[in-house]
């Protein structure tokens, strides 16, 4: 795999992993991450291409800040203001973001519900 999603938490990362194939490496900073944990994010990222997907509220602001000094190339994904960050996102539109950022071909898509 030649990129990484970097996320807040594992409710976040348990979130996208239904929704990507099994080998897209998801990590987490599970938080707002200290220096050691910046640099073993790095060190896990190699020279691989990041997509940021943190929420959107101030901690989740906030590190994607710190996360894009780091990595200034990183493709940024986003979740809507009133939804309860990317673990509350619905599927919809966490897929509308993958498909932005071209990642389609990892994209399993849920299947459609017969009742709805």
């Known amino acids: 795999m030649d990129f990484v999603i970097i996320v807040e938490g594992k409710n976040d990362r348990s979130r996208l992993a239904r929704l990507l ?3 897209v490496p998801i990590l987490c900073t599970f938080g707002t991450p200290g220096t050691k944990q910046l640099q073993q994010i790095v060190k896990k990222v190699g020279d691989r291409a990041v997509y940021i997907y943190t929420d959107n509220d101030a901690s989740g602001k906030r590190i994607r800040a710190m996360l894009s000094e ?3 190339d990183a493709e940024q ?3 809507k203001a ?3 960050g990317v673990e509350g996102t619905p599927d919809e539109h966490l897929i509308r973001q993958l498909e932005k950022a071209g990642l389609e071909e990892y994209i399993v898509y849920p299947e459609p519900d017969p009742f709805a």
Do not use: H, I, R, W
């Open 21 to 23: 194939s099994s080998d």
């Open 70 to 72: 780091l990595f200034p």
């Open 77 to 79: 994904l986003y979740t």
């Open 82 to 84: 009133g939804y309860a």
